[in-house]
């Protein structure tokens, strides 16, 4: 993702694919090729390279809290060390959805998705805080989820 130069163009046609999908991941080969003006097989082809490239993923997005999954949280995290590095601790373990390295208070941001509150805390105490480096967590309880949508286009 950091080096743009290797990043594929998108036409304007894979770039209706991409939206047709992000509005239905199930839509038929067939209908999606009628909205654009392309065959089936050249829209299964295009969907192919797309997703051999890293730009999509088709998945199945589900409601963590309709699993059992109750307490959510942003979780901002400080490192002495490079933030990319713990980005990549981070990324391995598996409560959190989400993880970004950021230039603001926090060096890295990462989603948690946790079964309850005693699941958050042992996240935090033994598994994050203990990575080195790390000198400070904050943790943002979600109250409510009000719209978590993979919809936004290609723009």
């Not at 290797?6 to 239905?24: G, R, Y």
């Not at 991941?25 to 009628?34: D, Q, S, T, V």
């Not at 409601?63 to 979780?75: K, T, Y």
Request: proline share 3%; charged share 25%; glycine share 8%.
């Amino acid at each position: 993702m950091s080096d743009k130069s290797k990043a594929p163009v998108l036409d304007d046609v894979s770039k209706q694919i991409i939206e047709l999908l992000q509005q239905d991941g199930r839509r038929p080969y067939a209908e999606i090729g009628r909205a654009v003006g392309l065959s089936e097989a050249a829209v299964r082809q295009r969907v192919q390279r797309l997703t051999d490239a890293g730009i999509v993923q088709i998945v199945a997005v589900t409601d963590p809290r309709q699993l059992g999954f109750s307490r959510m949280a942003m979780v901002g995290i400080r490192t002495t060390g490079d933030p990319r590095e713990l980005a990549e601790a981070i990324k391995a373990i598996d409560e959190f959805a989400y993880v970004v390295v950021t230039l603001g208070s926090f060096d890295v941001l990462a989603e948690a998705i946790c079964e309850t509150d005693e699941d958050l805390l042992e996240l935090l105490s033994t598994r994050v805080r203990t990575i080195p480096g790390v000198t400070h967590t904050e943790s943002f309880l979600y109250a409510g989820l009000h719209k978590d949508f993979y919809n936004w286009g290609t723009r």
